[in-house]
């Protein structure tokens, strides 16, 4: 009975936990529009003018990007790893790979010359070992000292790729969820891969401080970084992501409108916080690409 129980408690707490973040993303999505917009208008007509086949979504065993695009109202073609082989890539392409636990080398090495030919990669976590290092050997690779289930705080480095602008004004530290046995990030070709956001923390626990990085192949791009663009959870580091989102509405510039909405939310500064990182970066990687190949 008490294991039951036990259970139960977990899966109402989990349920709980992901409507949270849910919620989080769609306020995120309104935030990441505003603020594209005052960027320049071009930015969101991109957004508007997507079609499905500009991005695709290799779906994995434990990330979850499709829930990202989905409250980002971003079009988007799913496909399992098997598919690839027989899909139609061209280097207008942004390729999303979910952290998988498994994924045909033949896959892999596809995906490379798809990059070579102009496409753009990103790629989360477990496919540090069975896509990158097979498709990109030499570049990046798993220091096989997995890491715990925690939360810890990250460093933007590379101000001029404008991919992570979402994370250079927070007010509160932004912080990285690490899932359970996530694969840190060892840097092979130290003048080719450029790490864009880094943790001490990590370097100082796990040997590896790279959170993600960029390296070029080809004509094409590709970024891969540690654990999941999905946040599941977060977990509050200080004071400030403590309090409401409306807060964080407020430090980002956010009109009164959406500011208002957002004080009717139970959702935390730093619920938002993770969520508008997160989104931001994806609708931002996906701009880049589809302007590099107008």
Same mark, same amino acid.
């Given at each position: 009975?008490?294991?039951?129980?036990?259970?139960?408690?977990?899966?109402?707490?989990?349920?709980?936990?992901?409507?949270?973040?849910?919620?989080?993303?769609?306020?995120?999505?309104?935030?990441?529009?505003?603020?594209?917009?005052?960027?320049?208008?071009?930015? @969101?007509? &991109? *957004? +508007?003018?997507? #079609?499905?086949?500009?991005? =695709?979504?290799?779906?994995?065993?434990?990330?979850?990007?499709?829930?990202?695009?989905?409250?980002?109202?971003?079009?988007?073609?799913?496909?399992?790893?098997?598919?690839?082989?027989?899909?139609?890539?061209?280097?207008?392409?942004?390729?999303?790979?979910?952290?998988?636990?498994?994924?045909?080398?033949?896959?892999?090495?596809?995906?490379?010359?798809?990059?070579?030919?102009?496409?753009?990669?990103?790629?989360?976590?477990?496919?540090?070992?069975?896509?990158?290092?097979?498709?990109?050997?030499?570049?990046?690779?798993?220091?096989?000292?997995?890491?715990?289930?925690?939360?810890?705080?990250?460093?933007?480095?590379?101000?001029?790729?404008?991919?992570?602008?979402?994370?250079?004004?927070?007010?509160?530290?932004?912080?990285?969820?690490?899932?359970?046995?996530?694969?840190? @990030?060892? &840097? *092979? +070709?130290?003048? #080719?891969?450029?790490?864009? =956001?880094?943790?001490?923390?990590?370097?100082?626990?796990?040997?590896?401080?790279?959170?993600?990085?960029?390296?070029?192949?080809?004509?094409?791009?590709?970024?891969?970084?540690?654990?999941?663009?999905?946040?599941?959870?977060?977990?509050?580091?200080?004071?400030?992501?403590?309090?409401?989102?409306?807060?964080?509405?407020?430090?980002?510039?956010?009109?009164?409108?959406?500011?208002?909405?957002?004080?009717?939310?139970?959702?935390?500064?730093?619920?938002?916080?993770?969520?508008?990182?997160?989104?931001?970066?994806?609708?931002?990687?996906?701009?880049?690409?589809?302007?590099?190949?107008?």
């Amino acid at each position: 009975m008490a294991t039951f129980l036990a259970i139960g408690i977990i899966f109402l707490f989990t349920t709980k936990t992901q409507a949270q973040m849910e919620e989080a993303y769609k306020l995120a999505n309104e935030m990441v529009r505003e603020r594209l917009n005052r960027e320049g208008e071009e930015n @969101i007509k &991109i *957004l +508007d003018e997507l #079609k499905k086949n500009d991005v =695709i979504v290799v779906n994995g065993t434990y990330d979850h990007i499709a829930r990202v695009l989905q409250s980002l109202k971003i079009p988007f073609a799913g496909i399992d790893h098997h598919q690839l082989m027989d899909a139609k890539l061209e280097p207008h392409q942004t390729i999303f790979v979910n952290c998988a636990s498994s994924f045909p080398p033949e896959a892999a090495r596809k995906l490379a010359t798809f990059v070579a030919e102009g496409g753009q990669l990103i790629t989360t976590d477990w496919a540090l070992k069975n896509v990158i290092e097979v498709a990109f050997p030499n570049t990046i690779a798993y220091n096989n000292k997995p890491t715990a289930d925690e939360v810890v705080r990250i460093e933007a480095l590379d101000k001029q790729d404008s991919v992570i602008t979402g994370f250079l004004d927070e007010k509160a530290d932004p912080v990285w969820w690490l899932e359970g046995s996530s694969y840190p @990030i060892e &840097i *092979l +070709d130290k003048e #080719k891969v450029k790490v864009l =956001i880094r943790s001490k923390e990590l370097g100082e626990k796990y040997g590896a401080e790279s959170v993600v990085v960029r390296f070029p192949h080809g004509k094409g791009l590709v970024y891969h970084m540690i654990s999941h663009f999905y946040l599941q959870r977060t977990e509050t580091r200080d004071a400030k992501q403590a309090t409401k989102a409306a807060d964080y509405f407020t430090d980002k510039g956010a009109s009164k409108e959406s500011i208002k909405r957002a004080e009717a939310s139970s959702v935390s500064y730093g619920e938002i916080q993770s969520a508008n990182t997160s989104a931001d970066f994806v609708s931002r990687i996906i701009i880049k690409q589809k302007k590099k190949t107008k």
